[in-house]
T-cell receptor, first 117, second 108 residues
Framework: GAVVSQHPSWVICKSGTSVKIECRSL??????MFWYRQFPKQSLMLMAT?????????EQGVEKDKFLINHASLTLSTLTVTSAHPEDSSFYIC?????????????FGEGSRLTVL | SQQGEEDPQALSIQEGENATMNCSYK?????LQWYRQNSGRGLVHLIL?????REKHSGRLRVTLDTSKKSSSLLITASRAADTASYFC????????FGKGTRLHILP
């Protein structure tokens, strides 16, 4: 099956610093990737849709200047949490759509747990 | 906003029993998917059912879809300890939106 790799799997940072999370499709090209955020025992909340070669589409209430998304190639999307604060601590998960695959099926990375001190 | 909503929110059953989880959604869909998430991990796709399908099987999984009631159910038969996880339904309208999930715990 299609594999999505997410890195780092966990990161601890000081308040005010920026953190970059990478999402790679390893064996397929992904024009579209999605970034989700998940709080403990909660569902996945869609943050933004990342489109290769164009600007990301952010969901309502998600600050695009806070959560910078770059999808520079067909296999890599990055999420940068800028000037992170403790309330940004969460589990961030990316997913990618397999072009030509089962319609709508998403392949997920293993997630990145961010802890902001 | 959340599209799907699963119930129950949590379910504990004995190993070997069947587990049934339900999902309700609000708008029309093209397909509905069920995913599984082990604690602290990414999601794994289980099964997709299209809007024109009523039932689908995959191994020990059985999914039903009732578009008139805007609901779906996931049945796991002969549960195993390894089935302990959270299960989410996701609908696709114009983007994939996840429900709140059911936390399933299989007791040995």
């Amino acid at each position: 099956g299609a594999v999505v790799s997410q890195h780092p799997s966990w990161v601890i940072c000081k308040s005010g610093t920026s953190v970059k999370i990478e999402c790679r499709s390893l064996d397929f090209q992904a024009t579209t990737m999605f970034w989700y955020r998940q709080f403990p025992k909660q569902s996945l909340m869609l943050m933004a849709t990342s489109n290769e070669g164009s600007k990301a589409t952010y969901e309502q209430g998600v600050e695009k200047d806070k959560f910078l998304i770059n999808h520079a190639s067909l296999t890599l999307s990055t999420l940068t949490v800028t000037s992170a604060h403790p309330e940004d601590s969460s589990f961030y998960i990316c997913s990618a759509v397999l072009e030509g695959g089962l319609t709508g099926e998403l392949f997920f990375g293993e997630g990145s747990r961010l802890t902001v001190l | 906003s959340q599209q799907g909503e699963e119930d129950p929110q949590a379910l504990s059953i004995q190993e070997g029993e069947n587990a049934t989880m339900n999902c309700s959604y609000k708008t029309s869909i093209n397909n509905l998917q069920w995913y599984r998430q082990n604690s602290g991990r990414g999601l794994v796709h289980l099964i997709l059912i299209r809007s024109n399908e009523r039932e689908k099987h995959s191994g020990r999984l059985r999914v039903t879809l009732d578009t008139s009631k805007k609901s779906s159910s996931l049945l796991i038969t002969a549960s195993r300890a390894a089935d302990t996880a959270s299960y989410f339904c996701a609908t696709d309208s114009d983007k994939i939106i996840f429900g709140k999930g059911t936390r399933l715990h299989i007791l040995p």
